[in-house]
């Protein structure tokens, strides 16, 4: 009896494995072209490269980073800046990153969850994702006990940690469909 209740709870069990895969592998297929993907239009050119940056002002946008209301991170140097109109600075904040990068490009963010648990099982708020790399989503959270450890380079993850205040002004900015530059 009990190899028989093991080889039907295996049975189900690939049966679920299956059935989710499949609906992952549809709703992939039903995001709008463009969304959480490297646009190739002309438009914000993100070339900017370090060089170019203002080393005396390391919280200065840097010169190439798009045009435009959107959000700016920048892999290299761990940090956001939240653009509006006329490309002025509302807000710029340090980041600790997961340990999966998005390539440089423009995105738009896709989806927004208020309170989950990260892929590192901690506790997050204000969820702003913009794509995926490799099946990992990346996206700006906070932890909601406010801690920004450094990443496990042993686990795959894709969300990039801000403190609890920069979460919150990151949530109202970043709506769906706002545009993410990301930058060297």
Known sequence: MASSSSGFVAALTAA????????????????PAGLG???????????????????????ALPAGSGTGV???????????????????????????PGS???APGVYTVT????TVTGTDGTPVEHVVRFTTVE????????????????????VRTGGI?????????MWEFATIGRTVAVIP
Not at 42 to 50: E, N
Not at 78 to 92: A, I, P, Q, S, Y
Not at 161 to 169: K, L, N, T
């Open 16 to 31: 679920a494995l299956a059935t989710v895969g499949f609906l992952a592998y549809q709703a992939s297929a039903t995001v």
């Open 37 to 59: 993907k490297p646009r190739t239009s002309s438009s914000p050119d993100v070339s900017t490269s370090k060089a170019s940056r203002d080393r005396k002002d390391p919280a």
């Open 70 to 96: 959107r959000v700016v991170y920048s892999v290299d140097d761990d940090r956001v800046w939240l653009v509006g109109e006329g490309d002025e600075v509302k807000r710029t904040f340090r980041v600790t």
């Open 100 to 102: 999966v990068d998005p």
């Open 111 to 114: 989806s927004r969850s208020n």
């Open 135 to 154: 099946g990992i989503t990346i996206g700006f959270s906070a932890a909601v006990d406010g801690s920004m450890p450094p990443p496990d380079p042993a």
């Open 161 to 169: 940690r801000e403190s609890r205040e920069d979460g919150a002004a």
